[in-house]
T-cell receptor
């Protein structure tokens, strides 16, 4: 069964600095998707970035980028130029592209931005 | 506007009662999910459905039941068998697997806060 692990329950970063959130996963599949979601205090889940496993190029969305290491089953999120609005819970998630439709989340990392 | 709607936003239940949480989507998504989130915790999967009239248990299905009679709707019933139902419940939907459209992420509702009184 697939599992997703986020080993950093809490992280903090100075405003305008860069921070990296870690995520590892376990799967026997070769074709899958990985996601980072943000949950601000409103509790609305917001997609930050997605990565398709068959694409070697790391995904980037403005100040957000990932470091996808398929062999190591690692999927970290880098936030550059951190802003106060980035403060939230961040969840890593996994979904196979074929077979089981299950969408599995990690336990989350609470990110605090220090002004 | 397309989206996913959960209702009600807040729900109170007396001990021993069943209660049903509503989830409706107009995104034409086949897959739908129910998650439970406890304070400061991650999302734990209760049930998911890949297609109408079919659903599978997630990691914490005991004390919960679902139905999927229509593509747009995936209601969750919290039964009296669920010993600790007070939590935040999130519903989500996504496109079917295998569709290489790039739009593979799950879309979430705004959640229902259930409290047992």
């Amino acid at each position: 069964a697939q599992t997703v692990t986020q080993s950093q329950p809490e992280m903090s970063v100075q405003e305008a600095e860069t921070v990296t959130l870690s995520c590892t996963y376990d799967t026997s599949e070769s074709d899958y998707y990985l996601f980072w979601y943000k949950q601000p205090p409103s509790r609305q889940m917001i997609l930050v970035i997605r990565q398709e496993a068959y694409k070697q190029q790391n995904a980037t969305e403005n100040r957000f980028s990932v470091n996808f290491q398929k062999a190591a089953k690692s999927f970290s999120l880098k936030i550059s130029d951190s802003q106060l609005g980035d403060a939230a819970m961040y969840f890593c998630a996994y979904r196979a592209n074929f077979g089981n439709e299950k969408l599995t989340f990690g336990t989350g990392t609470r990110l605090t931005i220090i002004p | 506007d397309g989206g996913i709607t959960q209702s009600p936003k807040y729900l109170f239940r007396k001990e021993g009662q069943n209660v049903t949480l509503s989830c409706e989507q107009n995104l034409n998504h086949d897959a739908m999910y129910w998650y439970r989130q406890d304070p400061g915790q991650g999302l734990r999967l209760i049930y998911y459905s890949q297609i109408v009239n079919d659903f599978q248990k997630g990691d914490i299905a005991e004390g919960y039941s679902v139905s999927r009679e229509k593509k747009e709707s995936f209601p969750l019933t919290v039964t009296s068998a669920q010993k600790n139902p007070t939590a935040f419940y999130l519903c989500a939907s996504s496109l079917p697997r295998g569709q290489n459209t790039g739009n593979t992420e799950a879309f979430f509702g705004q959640g229902t806060r259930l409290t047992v009184v």
